[in-house]
């Protein structure tokens, strides 16, 4: 899998192909312009490839009834073409819609960043043996800086009830579980 770059446009052509031991399958699900489709239907009509799978053309199809499509390898012996569909069906776009607000909502309501891509990950359930307040705190990651932290909830008299810390790169994230009794003196200091 590739993504789609300049570098990796019509990365397999006909010297590729004719790299690969005669008798190969080929598939792609991965960019429609990684592959020169004529020189893989020539592949194809020759036998030097058996058979090949497409997901992924140069120019996708439109919607049913718009577009029809077309395509070098259409006729071409053994191939198989299904739509690259991934998320994109009405059902598929309504399920994400629903899972990014709740991703979003949770991470508002209890700081959680779990699949985060560039960004610590950091989920921990709420703290149920007592009534808590939580702390999320964004920082550097380098020595020194946790202590810090600390320090502020030890000068408030807190409790710290439960802790979670993660990194990346430069950043740290932590959230924080502690008594209530101490939330106003922490939001002073």
């Given at each position: 899998?590739?993504?789609?770059?300049?570098?990796?446009?019509?990365?397999?052509?006909?010297?590729?192909?004719?790299?690969?031991?005669?008798?190969?399958?080929?598939?792609?699900?991965?960019?429609?312009?990684?592959?020169?489709?004529?020189?893989?239907?020539?592949?194809?009509?020759?036998?030097?490839?058996?058979?090949?799978?497409?997901?992924?053309?140069?120019?996708?199809?439109?919607?049913?009834?718009?577009?029809?499509?077309?395509?070098?390898?259409?006729?071409?012996?053994?191939?198989?073409?299904?739509?690259?569909?991934?998320?994109?069906?009405?059902?598929?776009?309504?399920?994400?819609?629903?899972?990014?607000?709740?991703?979003?909502?949770?991470?508002i309501?209890?700081?959680?960043?779990?699949?985060?891509?560039?960004?610590?990950?950091?989920?921990?359930?709420?703290?149920?043996?007592?009534?808590?307040?939580?702390?999320?705190?964004?920082?550097?990651?380098?020595?020194?800086?946790?202590?810090?932290?600390?320090?502020?909830?030890?000068?408030?008299?807190?409790?710290?009830?439960?802790?979670?810390?993660?990194?990346?790169?430069?950043?740290?994230y932590?959230?924080?579980?502690?008594?209530?009794?101490?939330?106003?003196?922490?939001?002073?200091?």
């Open positions: 899998h590739v993504p789609k770059l300049a570098s990796t446009k019509n990365m397999i052509g006909k010297e590729e192909f004719a790299q690969m031991k005669k008798g190969s399958f080929f598939l792609n699900a991965s960019r429609g312009n990684v592959v020169v489709i004529p020189a893989l239907a020539e592949a194809l009509k020759s036998g030097h490839l058996r058979g090949a799978y497409v997901d992924v053309f140069p120019v996708e199809p439109g919607k049913n009834g718009e577009n029809l499509f077309t395509s070098e390898i259409c006729g071409c012996p053994n191939v198989l073409m299904t739509p690259h569909v991934g998320g994109s069906t009405e059902e598929a776009q309504a399920k994400i819609g629903e899972e990014v607000a709740a991703a979003l909502l949770k991470c309501n209890e700081g959680s960043t779990h699949g985060a891509v560039n960004f610590p990950e950091v989920d921990m359930k709420a703290c149920t043996a007592t009534k808590t307040h939580r702390v999320l705190c964004i920082h550097d990651n380098k020595p020194g800086v946790m202590s810090s932290i600390n320090n502020v909830f030890t000068e408030a008299k807190a409790n710290i009830c439960q802790q979670f810390l993660n990194t990346k790169g430069d950043v740290g932590v959230i924080i579980d502690l008594n209530t009794e101490a939330s106003a003196e922490v939001k002073k200091k």
